[in-house]
């Protein structure tokens, strides 16, 4: 019964310790929680209603990727640019997906490019890329985010 009496000291002695441990602060259980995220990737990519069907990730992103590219050459075909500038096979279009749903579209044009008047092909671009179908913004943790990335879009010359 010595014994008993002595482990069950013992261990009441060595566990003390465990309820001197400080607790972290709010603020420090943020910055923790904030530095373990990766803020340059998103959990969820935009998508439009028919890519929400598809089960995987990547599938619903190349889904998306692959329907805005046909619609912005769809909306872009009816015009002239491709009569106005023959020269210009492919436009890069920076696009931005807003966390409220709203999309712009902005052509990037390499620094030099003196070779085609860069604010009508913008004008163009800007009456031509509306009424697009509603889109699902990007998420982090659960919540909208803005999201920007270039999609080259190939002008077909017909």
């Known amino acids: 019964m010595k014994h008993y009496y002595f ?20 603020k420090e259980l943020l910055q923790k929680e904030l530095k373990a995220i990766n803020w340059k990737e998103v959990d969820e990519y935009p998508s439009f209603v028919d ?35 023959p020269e210009l096979d492919t436009i890069e279009v920076k696009v931005t997906v807003f966390p409220n749903s ?12 003196v070779a085609y008047d860069t604010i009508k092909i913008d004008s163009i671009l ?4 509306v009424n ?16 920007q990335f270039i999609l080259p879009v190939i002008i077909k010359v017909e």
Do not use: W
């Open 51 to 85: 890519c929400d069907k598809l089960d995987e990730k990547v599938q619903r992103q190349q889904c998306f990727f692959d329907s805005l590219t046909q619609l912005i050459q769809e909306k872009l075909e009816i015009d002239t640019l491709s009569a106005l500038y």
């Open 102 to 113: 709203k999309m712009q579209f902005e052509p990037q044009f390499p620094k030099d490019s």
């Open 132 to 147: 697009f179908p509603k889109v699902n913004p990007a998420l982090k943790q659960g919540i909208p985010v803005k999201t």
């Open 7 to 26: 482990f069950l000291l013992f261990a009441i002695f060595n566990s003390c310790q465990y309820f001197e441990k400080q607790v972290p602060s709010e």
């Open 126 to 129: 800007h009456a031509r890329l």
